[in-house]
């Protein structure tokens, strides 16, 4: 995890996800997944920029099985914003632009 990001499990994904006042990027990803690693720094900038306006949380998928398979999560990396506790958009691969990816966030701060 970068200074920014924070992991989540499927133990405190409920609370700190769906609990959150804040909008909610998630980042499915693992260790073995060379896309993950290309987006990482990406999504480390996002969580900076956005830190007073939204959360951000990485899961990783083989240490967490539960929520990955409850959200359909099929391919790695899949980033999930949620706001009010429900999905509000998907992004799959790891070919998103830092401003994109800071753009699909901040619609719902």
């Given at each position: 995890?970068?200074?920014?990001?924070?992991?989540?499990?499927?133990?405190?994904?409920?609370?700190?996800?769906?609990?959150?006042?804040?909008?909610?990027?998630?980042?499915?990803?693992?260790?073995?997944?060379?896309?993950?690693?290309?987006?990482?720094?990406?999504?480390?900038?996002?969580?900076?920029?956005?830190?007073?306006?939204?959360?951000?949380?990485?899961?990783?998928?083989?240490?967490?099985?539960?929520?990955?398979?409850?959200?359909?999560?099929?391919?790695?990396?899949?980033?999930?914003?949620?706001?009010?506790g429900q999905e509000q958009e998907r992004y799959?691969?790891?070919?998103?632009?830092?401003?994109?990816?800071?753009?699909?966030?901040?619609?719902?701060?």
């Amino acid at each position: 995890m970068g200074d920014f990001t924070k992991a989540i499990t499927d133990s405190n994904f409920q609370a700190d996800v769906l609990g959150s006042d804040k909008p909610v990027l998630v980042d499915f990803w693992a260790e073995w997944c060379g896309p993950c690693r290309v987006i990482a720094p990406t999504v480390e900038a996002v969580a900076e920029q956005l830190a007073d306006k939204a959360v951000v949380y990485k899961m990783n998928v083989d240490e967490n099985m539960s929520v990955p398979q409850q959200y359909g999560i099929r391919g790695i990396p899949t980033l999930i914003l949620f706001k009010g506790g429900q999905e509000q958009e998907r992004y799959v691969g790891g070919n998103i632009s830092r401003e994109k990816l800071a753009e699909m966030v901040e619609k719902y701060t």
